[in-house]
Each structure stands twice: as structure tokens, then as C-alpha cells.
């Protein structure tokens, strides 16, 4: 039971953090190391992540680990899913990577389906039909005649980009891979169809390694330049959300989860995915998971409408921290403005304030004008939205589900925990807010053989964290609201 160190590189749509974690005795102790934001460049028509200074940011990541005297065991990365970027012959990397909110996918999955019906690419992939899924950006980025894309002869998810430019090695981690609705789950390979119809060849994309395999070691030029030594990069889920799902703290099977950051992703763990009429209908996904499993889940719109907010009360002069936030929600009256958070005009739209304020009126509801109204129209849809979800779940679960673990950042928000369990009306239980880094960290303690089954890294989970739980209250109240609520979001 030797004491290692592991750095987890972990980025979302909005920030980043690298983090270190000792484990020792069966738990693990973890600590920020870096945090960063992680911007959207814009340019002109075009939307693009900046790789470059991501690299730079992971690389002052390690050099903060090194500087502390620490001894690196293994290195893991994930990041938010679908995007890549395309590699050249000689192997640098031909463009900035397109960001996923770029409105050049707007239209593209009907076009797609002209070739391969809706219902085929569901059944052959098992994931929900979202226009901005890898699948549909290399379809655009064909029609546009993408000299990037004409120029490839490889593809890489941003994970598997960021350990190429460690280690050199191009691989396709499974979980992320999962992400592109360019992969059959049962077969756990790329869908030769769906490529033959953008037309694309599947060798633009690298060989399949599952979650928990050594990718490669960091090469001697980040040695030297980071000040560390020949470390092993170990495939994690690639995928944000796989790795949070990873440190569930939970006993057994009968949950749901909810990974609340930018995207609050919805569902529940199963052992095979769920490819059914009805999963097709509510258009739910079965993304790749770690340990054979299986994330079957629906994409709701999250935090991305308080940090739109948030940005231009910024802009605006106002900048409202997290806690300020949370103190304003709680002052503002309940249920008097509500939207549906997936409704198309909150995608990306120059003005979160002005969409907000236009669905309030276009749906008969008076317009909300201060902070606190804005911000307690958030939080109490979101809350009955995750109701909503959380009753097609419990129609396609094979199990009953008896809670809902709550896990990412915004499980630190107590207001929406606790309105999540009176709208759900079942128990709430809260954290580990820093989810996705714990589970990217156990994925490495699985590649050094430190633990194996998700029974084992999940008891490791719950010896290290301290999950709090919120009993449904104020249950009429909320049912009138959902009501309500049903009805506004019928809206299109
Ligand atoms: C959350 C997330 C989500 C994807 C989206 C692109 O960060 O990875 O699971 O659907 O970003």
C-alpha cells in the first residue's frame, strides 16, 4: 500500500483546474494545483478552443507539481466531449480545434439524415441526436471545405490531443470516442457507415484503448521543460462526465446521477446501453463508460445560463461571485419566472439576458429585471426540468431508483440541491463537487493496478469524501409548479 501521486488535467467548457492527489491507506487526499479559465475565441463567424494555451496551461500544471518536490506517478486528462482537432502528415496540428457551440453545425443532422435515416444513426450509435456531436462538425466541416480537414491524415479528441503533444502517441480513448455518435457501442468500434456517408475514411482515427491502459510516457522535451520525470499518461475516461461519474459515492446500483457544470448530464449507470423506441423518442444517450459500463443519460442545459449571465453583468461592470450568487437566489420569490433550459434560443445566443427575458414574455409570464429574478428563474426550471428527466428515467430504468447523487461544481450550490429534491421529491445527496478530477485520478490507480473494479474505486471514493443529503420538502408547492411548468415549456 505504497503512498503514490497522481495529476489530473481537467477541463471543462468554462474553466480548468490540475490537481494532485496522494493516495495513501485506501483514500486519497486531492489539491488544486492550477485553475484557469477556458475561453471561446471568436473569430469572425468562426468559434475555436485555444489548444495551444491549453498545453501551455497543463504544462504550468506539471511545473507547479515539480516545483513542490513532488514525484509524479501517472498523468490523466479529460475534458468536455466531441471536439477534436486534425493532425497533418508531419504531425502538427493544422488548425485551432472548432468549439462545439459554433453555430456551423446549425441544420447539419437533418442534412445527414438524408443519407442515413434518424432512426438508423440512433440504433447503430445509441447517442442522442445533439447537432453538435463530432459526427455532424465533420460533416459540416466537409461542406465547408475545411482545408484543415481536406489536409488530415489523423483525427484526435481533445484528451487524446493533449497526451499526443505529452507522449507523442495517437490514440482514441473509448469513453470520449463514445462523444463523436461515430461509434457502435456493442461492437465498441467506429460505425464504417456513418463514415463512408460524410464521406470521411475511418483511418483518420486512432486505434481504440479503453480507460485505465498506459497511453504513452512524457517525452524527454516535457521532462526537461516541466521538470519531471519519464511519467506514464494513463487513458482516464477521456470524457468529463465518465470520469465524474466514476466517483459516485454510492453502495449500490439503484441511482441516478446528476454531473452539474456547464451541461447538467442526467441518467443512470447500466450494464448494457438501452437502445430502444422509447430511449429514441426522449432522445437519450448511452455514452461509453468505464468498466464495461454504460452512462445512459440525457443532456440539460446547466450552468451555461447563469455563466452567460454572469458575463454580462460582468461586461456590464458587475461582477457577481459564485457566493453572491447563491445569497441572491435565496432573497428572490420562487416560481415566478420559468423556462425551459434546453429551449434552442438559450444555445448560444449573443444576450442570455434578453432570451431569458424574451421567453418570459413570449410565454405570457411578466419579464424578470433584477439579478435575483434572473437568477431564481435558473435555478427553480432547472430544478423542475431535472424532474421532468428524472420521470423518463424512472420509465426506462431497469431498476427503481432511489436518489439522486448530485456530483461537479454545482453540487456546491445548496438552494438548487435542496429544490432538486423537493421538485424530485427523493433524497439529494450532494458531492464530491470535484468529481470529475477524483474520477480521473482513480482511472490512473486502476492503471497501476492500485484498484480494479468500480466496487473497489468507489469504496476508495467514499473514504475520501463527505456527501451531504437534502430530504424533499415543501412537496405541494412544488408539484403546483411543475404543473405549471409543464405547461410554459411546451413552447417552441
Ligand atoms: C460536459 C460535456 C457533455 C457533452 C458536452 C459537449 O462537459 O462533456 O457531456 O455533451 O460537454
Not at 426522449?282 to 446547466?302: M, Q, S
Not at 428515467?393 to 429544490?419: C, D, Y
Amino acid at each position: 500500500n505504497k503512498t503514490c501521486h497522481f495529476f489530473a488535467f481537467d477541463l471543462g467548457a468554462t474553466s480548468g483546474r490540475s490537481c494532485i492527489a496522494k493516495m495513501e491507506n485506501d483514500s486519497i487526499e486531492l489539491r488544486e494545483l492550477t485553475r484557469f479559465p477556458n475561453k471561446i475565441i471568436r473569430i469572425n463567424d468562426k468559434y475555436h478552443w485555444n489548444i495551444y494555451d491549453l498545453f501551455e496551461e497543463l504544462k504550468r500544471g506539471l511545473k507547479t507539481a515539480a516545483a513542490e518536490g513532488l514525484t509524479i506517478d501517472a498523468i490523466g486528462i479529460d475534458t468536455w466531449g466531441v471536439d477534436f482537432v486534425y493532425l497533418g502528415k508531419d504531425g502538427s496540428l493544422l488548425s485551432q480545434p472548432r468549439a462545439y457551440r459554433d453555430p456551423y453545425t446549425n441544420g447539419m443532422p437533418e442534412e445527414f439524415f438524408k443519407s442515413v435515416p434518424k432512426k438508423e444513426v440512433y440504433d447503430a450509435t445509441g447517442i442522442q441526436i445533439m447537432n453538435f456531436n463530432s459526427l455532424y462538425q465533420l460533416y459540416a466541416a466537409k461542406k465547408e471545405k475545411s482545408s484543415a480537414l481536406e489536409a488530415a491524415s489523423d483525427i484526435l479528441f481533445m484528451p487524446d490531443a493533449l497526451s499526443y503533444l505529452l507522449t507523442g502517441r495517437k490514440v482514441c480513448e473509448y469513453t470520449i470516442a463514445s462523444t463523436s455518435q461515430l461509434l457502435n457501442p456493442r461492437t465498441k468500434n467506429f460505425e464504417a457507415k456513418l463514415f463512408d456517408a460524410i464521406p470521411l475514411s475511418p483511418s483518420l482515427m486512432q486505434p481504440i484503448v479503453m480507460p485505465g491502459e498506459i497511453i504513452g510516457y512524457v517525452n524527454e522535451n516535457i521532462q526537461k521543460e516541466c521538470g519531471i520525470g519519464r511519467v506514464p499518461v494513463i487513458a482516464v475516461a477521456g470524457h468529463d462526465t465518465g470520469s465524474a461519474v466514476v466517483a459516485v459515492p454510492t453502495v449500490d446500483e439503484n441511482f441516478a446521477y446528476l454531473s452539474s457544470g456547464t451541461w447538467s448530464l442526467m441518467g443512470i449507470e447500466v450494464n448494457d446501453p438501452i437502445i430502444t423506441e422509447e430511449s429514441y423518442a426522449l432522445n437519450f444517450t448511452n455514452e461509453g463508460g468505464v468498466n464495461g459500463t454504460t452512462r445512459f443519460l440525457k443532456n440539460i442545459t446547466g450552468m451555461w445560463l447563469i455563466e452567460q449571465c454572469r458575463k454580462e453583468w460582468e461586461a456590464a461592470g458587475n461582477k457577481l461571485p459564485y457566493s453572491e450568487i447563491d445569497k441572491l437566489s435565496e432573497s428572490a420569490e420562487g416560481f415566478r419566472f420559468m423556462i425551459d433550459p434546453d429551449h434552442a434560443s438559450f444555445a448560444n445566443p449573443d444576450s442570455m439576458l434578453k432570451a431569458i427575458r424574451e421567453y418570459c414574455v413570449n410565454t405570457g409570464q411578466a419579464a424578470p429585471v433584477t439579478h435575483a429574478d434572473f437568477i431564481r428563474c435558473i435555478f427553480d426550471s432547472l430544478a423542475l426540468k431535472y424532474r421532468k428527466v428524472l420521470e423518463s428515467l424512472q420509465s426506462l430504468a431497469p431498476f427503481p431508483i432511489q436518489r439522486l447523487h448530485v456530483i461537479g461544481g454545482g453540487a456546491n450550490n445548496k438552494l438548487l440541491n435542496q429544490s432538486t429534491a423537493n421538485a424530485i421529491g427523493m433524497p439529494v445527496v450532494s458531492g464530491p463537487s470535484e468529481a470529475t478530477a477524483i474520477g480521473n485520478i482513480m482511472m490512473q490507480a486502476k492503471g497501476v493496478g492500485a484498484v480494479s473494479s468500480l466496487g473497489d474505486i468507489r469504496r476508495v471514493v467514499r473514504n475520501s469524501v463527505s456527501p451531504e443529503t437534502f430530504q424533499p420538502q415543501d412537496t405541494d408547492q412544488w408539484n403546483k409548479a411543475y404543473t405549471r411548468f409543464r405547461e410554459i415549456i411546451t413552447y417552441k
